[in-house]
């Protein structure tokens, strides 16, 4: 298959690239930044239409991952570029293909997990889900990033592509022991002292095993009767507190220092993020992939755990 990765070069694209390249797949990765890929990069800049259309052409799959990074404090310049390098490239690529005489047939487009609320009381699944953004006394914060995931899919849907069959990735955290990405960024905490419990610790942690995050993705792929949300996640979220114990038991240490709300807030600060990629609590449940008859090989965190430090410690050496 010859496959198109808009926005391609950050951890997700990457992981996605490296796969199907090894497969013997037709990958080209669009992107920003070009640098040196085992796969072909095109320039584009995610705004108008240039020579990356020519890419599309009689192309099989499009995968659209294009946005700025939300690892970074939310200052009106940071906010203006989240939405936009989200919606722009969406809108962009709904251009392309009403250019193209043989479109893609499927394109799998960029959500996230966090468009659902604040959900302590139970899980959140693509047909009985609620969506957030309404609710008293949610930090602002918390209420931007589902505007983004809102838009983001707005943009995604409000475009009829009679010839190409849509799905919109609502992806947790995925993890893989490439360094830099989310799961370095947590095995770091553990690694110095501070995995401890992220208090209160009863927010739930969504995620993903790199593996079924792409085996999910082939799953899409192949199977034409599925279009429109799909929620990309372990069937198995659980609460902060025991995902840091076991990803602690998983490295070898039992001691963490916890965090408290201030001491989050002040280190986000330090670190220009946001405490919300910790304390909103994510209990994401994949209904959809599970009634399709999608079987996980790593729907328990201690597993995914393991073989994540595993991989982790072997890169290292």
Known sequence: ?????????????????????????????????????????????????????????????????????????????????????????????????????????????????????????????????????????????WKFSIQVAKAWEESFFSTSTPGTRKVALRSAMTFSPDRGGVFDVFLRLVRLGLGGTTLPGTQFVSWIHEVDFIR????????????????????????????????????GTRFGVPTANWMLEMGTFLLRTESELVLKSRQVIPGRLLDAGFEFRYPKWDQAAEELVLRWRHFKT
């Open 1 to 141: 298959m010859k496959i198109v990765i808009a926005g391609g070069t950050g951890q997700v694209g990457t992981i996605l690239a490296r796969h199907f390249h090894q497969n013997g797949h037709n990958v080209v990765v669009l992107s920003r930044n070009l640098r040196e890929m085992p796969w072909r990069a095109v320039y584009w800049d995610g705004c108008k239409l240039g020579p990356w259309l020519d890419e599309l052409k009689r192309s099989d799959v499009l995968i659209n991952l294009a946005g700025r990074s939300v690892n970074c404090r939310y200052s009106q310049t940071s906010r203006r570029a989240i939405l936009n390098s989200r919606v722009l490239s969406t809108q962009v690529l709904h251009q392309a293909i009403a250019q193209i005489e043989y479109p893609p047939a499927v394109w799998l487009n960029a959500s996230t997990a966090t468009i659902y609320r604040h959900a302590l009381d139970r899980p959140m699944d693509e047909e009985s889900g609620e969506l957030g953004g309404n609710e008293a006394g949610e930090p602002d914060t």
């Open 216 to 251: 999910s993705v082939e799953f899409l792929i192949a199977r034409q009767e599925i279009s429109g949300t799909v929620n990309l996640a372990s069937p198995l979220p659980l609460p902060n507190r025991e995902f840091l114990g076991v990803l602690r038991k998983a490295w």
